[in-house]
């Protein structure tokens, strides 16, 4: 299979630039900015001081003062708006991209561009240039279906401003050992004292999987509801009890199992 590549100009890119980038960085997002490498994408989210999911975007080094931020169109405006006026507060500033062309190259052998480890598949972002020539390009279902089978919860669909982020599978976001940082209250206070009380599954139907919004049962129960769906395959948002590998669920009369995407990090240790 060749290269396929998806517009990506309606998603949210973001530039940081200033000699306290990384300070000022990390007291705002919930990964550990002393593991951001040069060419290697760094996920991390954005939280209210609630805990709640502002933006999932993955944070790339351009230079030793110079940090690119990429998320997802449905979190961009929120991502701006958390840092429009915190951003005074450092010696460093901040601008929305625009660019006129932005690319999602998925595929093997492919090296130009940034690294984008979401999906099961290689890909790359291309910024301000031509997609590569002879690349097909995918329609946003196809897309959708490729996100989907990877288990990559999508901001808009599978989460939302009302998540948390352990419920939308965000461990590999969160680091557990840097110092404080927006939101790490609940964050912490869910790892070590409890946890939530909802998260995402993959569903396996029999047959075609149900659109978003389908009810799920278990035993007759509902516990939760499908968020995305391509394929036999669904994401769903369940009851923390019932968010067990194998279980049999229906969802619109159709029935489907629930699983673990090999993608997924495991849940973060309280030890």
């Not at 919930?30 to 290697?40: E, F, H, I, S």
């Not at 110092?179 to 790892?191: A, K, N, P």
């Not at 047959?207 to 919004?213: D, F, L, R, S, V």
């Not at 035993?219 to 994401?235: D, F, H």
Request: aromatic fraction near 10%; glycine fraction near 10%.
């Amino acid at each position: 299979m060749g290269l396929r590549a998806l517009d990506v100009s309606r998603w949210g890119f973001f530039r940081f630039h200033g000699p306290d980038v990384k300070t000022f960085l990390q007291g705002l997002v919930t990964a550990d900015l002393n593991k951001l490498a040069p060419g290697a994408g760094l996920p991390a989210c954005v939280l209210t001081p609630k805990g709640l999911l502002v933006a999932d975007c993955e944070l790339y080094e351009e230079t030793p003062e110079t940090i690119l931020a990429v998320t997802r169109p449905d979190a961009a405006e929120g991502f701006f708006a958390a840092f429009e006026k915190k951003i005074m507060l450092s010696a460093s500033v901040f601008k929305a991209l625009r660019p006129k062309q932005a690319w999602l190259v998925v595929g093997e052998g492919f090296e130009r561009g940034l690294p984008w480890t979401r999906l099961s598949k290689p890909a790359r972002l291309l910024l301000g240039v031509d997609p590569p020539e002879g690349a097909d390009f995918f329609t946003d279902e196809e897309f959708k279906a490729l996100r989907v089978s990877a288990g990559f919860p999508w901001f808009g669909a599978d989460m939302n401003a009302e998540s948390l982020p352990l419920e939308a599978r965000q461990e590999a976001a969160i680091s557990l050992d840097k110092g404080c940082y927006m939101g790490q209250e609940t964050v912490s206070r869910i790892v070590f004292r409890g946890h939530v009380n909802k998260c995402l599954m993959g569903v396996r139907f029999i047959g075609e999987a149900p659109i978003p919004g389908s009810v799920v049962e278990r035993g007759g129960k509902e516990i939760g509801k499908i968020t995305s769906a391509a394929g036999n395959v669904g994401l769903a948002l369940v009851r923390h009890e019932d968010a067990v590998s194998g279980a049999k669920v229906i969802a619109a009369g159709r029935e489907g199992e629930l699983f673990v995407f090999s993608s997924w990090p495991k849940p973060l240790s309280k030890a």
